[in-house]
């Protein structure tokens, strides 16, 4: 039987070379990506390209700075809303905020609660099983947020310029003397860790103010800031392990006796973080002008206390500026 003869024309013999070929590339290209790889995952790459992978991988360096919450708004956001403010057509003279459908002042209001209740409640057996949280009517008018020499959005410009000042992360630790109705506290409780806030205050109807209406309707109970009722600065409730960031009073010092104030520093210093940690005294400091400049740097020296200096902070909101005192802890 005579074999066939099979003839390729010049374009079929092209394929049938290019094959063999084609797949000798193939392989050739995979096995320079692997060592491509396998180098790129050992080898020292630039800084930038590093940085980039640490941040986004959970490595060291710059990611964790990165990470950080930020406080304070920036310039790029202050002109944003003055932008938005601008496209929308508002001006401060001509724009007037008004009531709503029942214009009643908060005096109006409270009598309302006083007087009806509010506008639907629940009348006999049944009134006092319904609500979790029993609120006093002044409180939910929100009356305590008067009793401050400032606007209560001044409590906001402390937070930020404390924070920011003493470098906090959420897991720091902070200790305020005198938190009052939480101006100031709940900022730091909503930014900070829970369990990681605690505040020694005096006065029972701020507290009342601070559990029963502000921790409940900013959301924070989850947090479980550690606030305690207390006087003559004993801070023996917060335990004799606990070592905080930053420790703050804000225009607290002044309506304190000397000799008290100084009691309290020798309890607190100890409860400072030796050089990182600060305490931070608003307003001015009169427990040491009355002394004189050197007897109450002497008197600082002795309990391990140094004086950082004096800072202005702005109001981002109104024209108002804060006066605060640092120190830090100079002995461990």
């Not at 692997?34 to 790129?40: A, M, N, W």
């Not at 002042?105 to 506008?119: P, W």
Request: charged share 25%; with cysteine; hydrophobic share 35%.
């Amino acid at each position: 039987m005579a074999l066939s003869t099979v003839t390729y024309s010049p374009a079929q013999r092209g394929i049938v070379i290019s094959i063999p070929t084609l797949v000798l590339s193939v392989l050739i290209a995979a096995i320079m990506l692997f060592f491509l790889l396998s180098s790129l995952s050992t080898c020292s790459c630039p800084s930038s390209l590093q940085s980039f992978n640490d941040n986004n991988n959970g490595g060291d360096g710059l990611g964790e700075v990165d990470r950080k919450e930020r406080i304070s708004a920036t310039k790029e956001d202050i002109e944003w809303i003055k932008d938005q403010i601008q496209a929308n057509g508002l001006h401060m003279q001509d724009n007037v905020l008004r009531k709503g459908i029942n214009p009643r002042t908060r005096a109006q209001q409270l009598q309302d609660l006083i007087q009806f209740k509010g506008i639907s409640h629940y009348e006999g057996p049944e009134s006092d099983n319904h609500t979790a949280l029993p609120c006093p009517g002044e409180l939910l008018v929100e009356e305590h947020h008067s009793n401050y020499g400032e606007p209560w959005a001044g409590g906001r410009d402390v937070f930020e310029f404390l924070a920011e000042s003493s470098h906090l992360s959420p897991n720091s630790r902070v200790l305020e003397i005198g938190c009052g109705t939480l101006r100031v506290g709940s900022h730091f409780i909503r930014y900070l860790s829970p369990e990681h806030y605690h505040c020694l205050e005096r006065d029972e109807l701020s507290l009342m103010a601070a559990f029963r209406y502000e921790l409940p309707s900013q959301g924070l109970l989850h947090k479980r800031p550690l606030i305690v009722r207390g006087e003559d600065m004993d801070f023996s409730k917060f335990g004799s392990r606990v070592v905080y960031d930053l420790i703050y009073a804000s225009a607290v010092f002044l309506h304190m006796p000397d000799k008290l104030v100084w009691v309290g520093l020798e309890r607190l210093v100890s409860k400072l973080k030796p050089y990182d940690g600060r305490i931070f005294v608003s307003h001015n400091i009169k427990f040491c002008s009355r002394l004189g400049g050197e007897e109450c740097t002497k008197r600082l020296t002795s309990l391990g206390l140094e004086h950082l200096g004096k800072h202005t902070h702005d109001s981002l909101l109104f024209n108002h500026y804060e006066i605060w005192f640092e120190f830090r802890r100079s002995k461990a």
